[in-house]
Nanobody, 122 residues
């Protein structure tokens, strides 16, 4: 069992930056591939970024490529998402997830955090 807790969300103006963190506990979360997903009001949850268990593979949604950077620190059981040049359309609840498969599909992840709200004002 893995427990995940996101932090770092908040309100930021367009063009600003935020850094989200996901802390893992329980079963060694560093053994898992990690993903970030987001869900805006009235929309389905969508893939944002993923990183393999050892950090060797990363993937980004086209909408965030070049603006967001995913990283992990296995010694600290944390995964981060650095978000720069934020846009109003990035407004959503952001979730981190852990899974045994490196995937851009939410169904590839077994464990989920509670989410953190990111609001970007225009």
């Amino acid at each position: 069992q893995v427990q995940l807790a996101e932090s770092g969300g908040g309100l930021v103006q367009a063009g600003g930056s935020l850094r989200l963190s996901c802390a893992g506990s329980g079963h060694t979360s560093s053994d898992y591939n990690m993903g970030w997903f987001r869900q805006a009001p009235g929309k389905e949850r969508e893939f944002v970024s993923a990183i393999s268990w050892n950090g060797g593979l990363t993937s980004y949604a086209d909408s965030v490529k070049g603006r967001f950077t995913i990283s992990r620190a296995n010694a600290k059981n944390t995964v981060s998402l650095q978000m720069n040049s934020l846009k109003p359309e990035d407004t959503a609840v952001y979730y981190c997830a852990a899974g045994q498969v490196f995937s851009i599909n939410q169904y590839g992840y077994e464990y989920w955090g509670q989410g953190t709200q990111v609001t970007v004002s225009s």
